[in-house]
């Protein structure tokens, strides 16, 4: 009876012992799973190149497209409208047969934005280069535009504070300032309320979230779409998403 009892008791020791290790092996696989960049063929380097490489091309492509003509004006997503601000200011010319005006502001505004967004690339790639590994982890793993995300996060004050003077520059160079100038003196003669408005500031917030947009669909294409995967690290840090 002893022995029997004994054996019993082996024989539920060793299945408890056996059920323990897979529960153990499945918990270590699903921490390695979650911990692991991708198939486990990447080093913390590989994410970080592969991040920064999918952010400089993203940057650099939609940068080239913004930079076209009618890049920003051809393109309802991101075009550059009258601020609500002036959306007063807007409307009365136009009750007063004076909209072309009016549309000759909107078009240098958005002149503008392209004419700066050529110059955009080296400002990006200024922030891009600091990415730390952890950044680099979380990004790999979060959603579609979480790359974009981060870029935005960390470098939106410093991006408005370099862009600024690009954007106040090109507005001058394609008239935006004049126009702008012309549209509230002549509405200031037909109103007492006058509306003032830092186009400046205005037009390199509006030209930043049209990039930042169009940097996230270029993200989501690399880590989706294998065709937009055009160099080896890309392919090596994404092609098995």
């Not at 913390?44 to 592969?50: A, E, T, V």
């Not at 991040?51 to 076209?68: F, H, I, N, P, Q």
């Not at 037909?190 to 993200?219: C, M, P, W």
Request: glycine share 8%; net charge positive; no cysteine.
């Amino acid at each position: 009876m002893m022995t029997r009892i004994i054996l019993l008791s082996v024989f539920v020791l060793t299945g408890f012992i056996s059920i323990s290790a897979q529960g153990v092996k499945g918990l270590f696989d699903k921490v390695s799973n979650a911990v692991s960049p991708s198939s486990g063929n990447l080093s913390n380097d590989d994410i970080i190149s592969g991040l920064k490489e999918a952010l400089r091309v993203g940057t650099d492509s939609s940068s080239k497209k913004l930079s076209k003509l009618d890049g920003f004006f051809g393109d309802a997503a991101v075009k550059v409208l009258m601020p609500e601000e002036a959306k007063k200011v807007e409307r009365t010319l136009r009750n007063i047969g004076m909209g072309s005006m009016v549309d000759k502001a909107v078009l240098s505004m958005n002149r503008a934005a392209e004419d700066a967004a050529s110059g955009v690339g080296t400002i990006f790639w200024d922030a891009i280069k600091s990415m730390s590994i952890k950044d680099g982890v979380q990004i790999l793993r979060g959603g579609d535009f979480a790359a974009t995300e981060y870029l935005r996060s960390v470098t939106t004050t410093e991006l408005t504070e370099k862009f600024r003077p690009v954007i106040e520059a090109s507005l001058v160079k394609m008239d935006a300032t004049k126009y702008w100038k012309d549209l509230f003196t002549t509405y200031n003669r037909f109103s007492a309320s006058q509306v003032n408005t830092d186009l400046t500031a205005y037009v390199t917030e509006r030209a930043l979230s049209g990039l930042f947009y169009k940097i996230s669909l270029e993200e989501q294409k690399i880590r989706k779409d294998p065709a937009a995967q055009v160099t080896g690290i890309l392919k090596k840090v994404f092609g098995g998403k």
